[in-house]
């Protein structure tokens, strides 16, 4: 764990690749609990929490200032996908199978609703779902929960990229930082729609 500050600013605790997966078993717990985590991914930091949990959900749209939009979830498992949401041929499994993990986001339908808060995805009949290529995705694994998956920012704004551009408001509103110096970033994962069940692209 480091510290990030200047003399008389928030100081911020910002913990590392090594310190997490030392206390995984904990964290993992922390996770079930439904804290509100800054951790990385295979493309940009994010911002997340158990997508189970409404009042966790609900405070990442008010760190977000951001409301009646849909959130991404990290799914625990192929195994939670399959039983959740519907996969309309085989072509559509081949697809995941061949994208996850990586740095891809794919919107399905949901066949079981209440498998999420009504406020992660706003009461849509689809979801959009990642598996990250990274390490921290083995944590929310273990934790068998589905986890948000959000870039940090306000609503309307540009993504962080850099601890030192991390808003006050929002790093004083989350319970951990994560944050991987190693991660390249820059970019969004691609998103594709597979509800037609075909493959269309909506942000590459």
Not at 115 to 122: S, Y
């Amino acid at each position: 764990m480091f510290i990030l500050g200047k003399p008389n600013q928030f100081m911020l605790k910002i913990f590392s690749q090594k310190e997490i997966l030392e206390k995984e078993d904990f964290f993992v717990q922390e996770i079930q609990k439904g804290k509100v985590f800054i951790y990385p991914t295979d493309t940009l930091h994010g911002l997340g929490t158990d997508a189970l949990n409404y009042h966790s959900v609900n405070r990442i749209s008010v760190i977000k200032k951001r409301s009646n939009k849909p959130f991404l979830i990290i799914a625990p498992s192929f195994e939670w996908i399959f039983e959740n949401c519907l996969i309309e041929n085989a072509e559509i499994k081949k697809i995941l199978f061949e994208k996850l993990p990586g740095r891809y986001s794919f919107i399905l339908k949901l066949k079981k609703h209440k498998i999420i808060n009504k406020n992660t995805n706003d009461q849509c009949p689809s979801i959009g779902i990642r598996m990250p290529d990274n390490w921290f995705y083995r944590l929310i694994k273990k934790s068998g929960r589905p986890f948000i998956s959000t870039s940090i920012n306000f609503s309307g704004e540009p993504a962080v990229q850099n601890l030192e551009d991390l808003p006050i408001e929002i790093s004083q509103a989350v319970d951990y930082i994560i944050w991987d110096e190693t991660l390249v970033g820059g970019k969004a994962s691609t998103i594709i729609d597979l509800t037609s069940g075909r493959s269309k692209v909506i942000r590459e």
